[in-house]
């Protein structure tokens, strides 16, 4: 016995490892007979061993195996050993694609561990569209531990400048069906009906009218649309950065000749990014906003998301504008004495549903749906708009208003 003790150690430190387990297996030192081959990384034979003669000591050496594995680096060996240890080393080395690659062939729980580390990951790294793609790829759960990245997600692609165009449809149209898909998972969790849910299903309305938006944008006809559109998002600008939805809302009424309330939305997209640049908003005036839902308290923008250039323009538009006296400072009223895009009645108090295509409030002549409606001239134009032109985004919009409604009104209308 005095004998092994010399020799076993004395072979193995000659890295003669087989022959050092033999000797050991003669007289029965099963564990250091496993060691002896554990040195010389012959691991199949160390768990032959450890299986047919001591079966004890076969986590022992599934431990010592997943210890050198990650010691030595080699990952894709350990996934077959230990997957979760696998993943985490594949997160610690930021090699996210093989990380979540190998997480998809786990359960959905996994999977969702490690889409939300690397979601986490990119957007410190400020490539939030990235985050986006990967809840189109794998699906938006309604994991309250999650919350935050979607939240984080949607405000930072809000503020993405160079949006407010035709070819942005495909991004807005992925955020608005991660927020369908997130909404539609809620109502079957935990969270249903909860604030978190409220706030969720405010931000797919909004993304809706970012892409509807863009749609209508890619399609002549549907100018005015377009332009309803980004005045209806002046009530979301609680979430929307302020000085941004003032600027496309007055440039959109611009463009369709609504001159009032350009001239209206165009100074205070002025007085907003003086504000900016002083750091608070205290001096706002919102006298011209009184009676309608657009906000008054309002996050101040961390950044300006108008050029200097194009601030300049607008602020001689304005100033030209106001010499000529060409315009009223009021805004356009409706049949119900109120601002004509305020869902809410000033004199009875009554919030009309907003329109699926517009958001303008829906008054007389409605088309409705499940939960929703839409007014029906901007309806019919958006639907002959679809027929004339076969825009694919306005096909996708309708597509998805299906989704979202449960189906649509018009019997035998086809998305081709």
Same mark, same amino acid.
């Given at each position: 016995?005095?004998?092994?003790q010399?020799v ?7 890295q ?5 387990a033999?000797?050991y297996?003669n007289l ?10 554990i ?5 199949n ?6 299986k047919?003669?001591?079966?004890r000591?076969?986590?022992y050496?599934?431990?010592?195996y997943?210890?050198y594995?990650k010691?030595?680096?080699?990952v894709d ?6 997957v979760?240890?696998?993943?985490d080393m ?5 090699q ?9 062939k786990?359960?959905?729980k996994?999977l969702h ?5 690397y979601?986490?990951?990119?957007i410190k ?9 990967l ?10 531990q999650?919350?935050?990245i979607?939240?984080?997600? !949607? &405000? $930072?692609?809000?503020n993405i400048?160079?949006t407010?165009?035709? %070819? @942005?449809?495909?991004?807005?149209a992925?955020?608005r069906?991660v927020?369908?898909?997130l909404?539609?998972?809620?109502i079957?969790?935990a ?10 299903e405010?931000?797919?309305q909004?993304?809706h009218?970012y892409?509807?938006?863009?749609a209508a ?15 209806s ?9 302020a ?10 009424a611009k463009?369709?000749?609504w001159?009032?309330?350009a ?5 205070? !997209? &002025? $007085?907003l990014s003086?504000?900016?640049?002083e750091?608070n908003? %205290? @001096?706002?005036d919102h ?6 839902d657009?906000?008054f308290?309002?996050?101040?923008p961390a950044?300006?998301?108008v050029?200097d ?14 010499m ?7 805004l356009q ?16 108090g ?5 329109c699926?295509?517009t ?5 007389r002549?409605?088309?409705?749906f499940k939960r929703?409606a839409?007014?029906?001239?901007d ?5 002959m ?7 694919p ?6 597509k998805?208003?299906?989704h979202?409604c449960g189906?649509l ?8």
């Amino acid at each position: 016995m005095d004998v092994i003790q010399v020799v076993g150690p004395r072979l193995i430190e000659i890295q003669k490892y087989s022959a050092a387990a033999e000797l050991y297996l003669n007289l029965d030192l099963i564990k250091e007979a496993i060691d002896a081959f554990i040195e010389g990384e012959e691991w199949n034979k160390a768990k032959r061993v450890a299986k047919e003669l001591e079966p004890r000591y076969e986590d022992y050496v599934d431990q010592r195996y997943k210890e050198y594995l990650k010691n030595q680096g080699k990952v894709d060996s350990l996934v077959g050993v230990d997957v979760m240890a696998a993943l985490d080393m594949y997160a610690e080395r930021g090699q996210w694609e093989k990380c979540i690659e190998t997480a998809s062939k786990q359960n959905y729980k996994v999977l969702h561990k490690y889409v939300a580390l690397y979601a986490t990951h990119l957007i410190k790294e400020g490539q939030t569209e990235k985050v986006l793609n990967l809840y189109v790829q794998h699906g938006a759960p309604a994991n309250s531990q999650n919350f935050n990245i979607y939240k984080r997600m !949607f &405000l $930072d692609l809000l503020n993405i400048v160079g949006t407010n165009r035709a %070819d @942005a449809y495909r991004m807005w149209a992925d955020l608005r069906d991660v927020f369908f898909n997130l909404c539609e998972n809620m109502i079957k969790s935990a969270e249903a009906n909860s604030s978190s849910h409220e706030e969720f299903e405010k931000m797919l309305q909004i993304a809706h009218y970012y892409a509807t938006r863009s749609a209508a944008q890619g399609v002549n006809q549907l100018d005015m649309v377009a332009a309803k559109l980004s005045i209806s998002l002046l009530r979301h600008t609680d979430f929307i950065p302020a000085d941004k939805a003032f600027y496309e809302a007055g440039l959109a009424a611009k463009s369709v000749g609504w001159e009032n309330m350009a001239f209206i939305f165009l100074n205070h !997209f &002025l $007085d907003l990014s003086d504000g900016i640049d002083e750091g608070n908003l %205290d @001096a706002l005036d919102h006298s011209d906003f009184q009676d309608t839902d657009i906000p008054f308290e309002v996050p101040l923008p961390a950044k300006q998301h108008v050029t200097d250039d194009k601030r300049e323009e607008i602020r001689d538009w304005v100033l030209t504008v106001s010499m000529d006296q060409r315009v009223e400072q009021v805004l356009q009223k409706d049949e119900r004495d109120t601002y004509e895009a305020s869902l809410m009645a000033v004199n009875t108090g009554i919030r009309s549903l907003p329109c699926l295509i517009t958001g303008y409030p829906v008054l007389r002549n409605k088309i409705d749906f499940k939960r929703k409606a839409a007014n029906k001239d901007d309806w019919n134009k958006f639907l002959m708009a679809v027929k004339t032109t076969h825009s694919p985004e306005c096909q996708d919009v309708l597509k998805f208003i299906s989704h979202w409604c449960g189906g649509l009104p018009s019997a035998g209308f086809s998305f081709q």
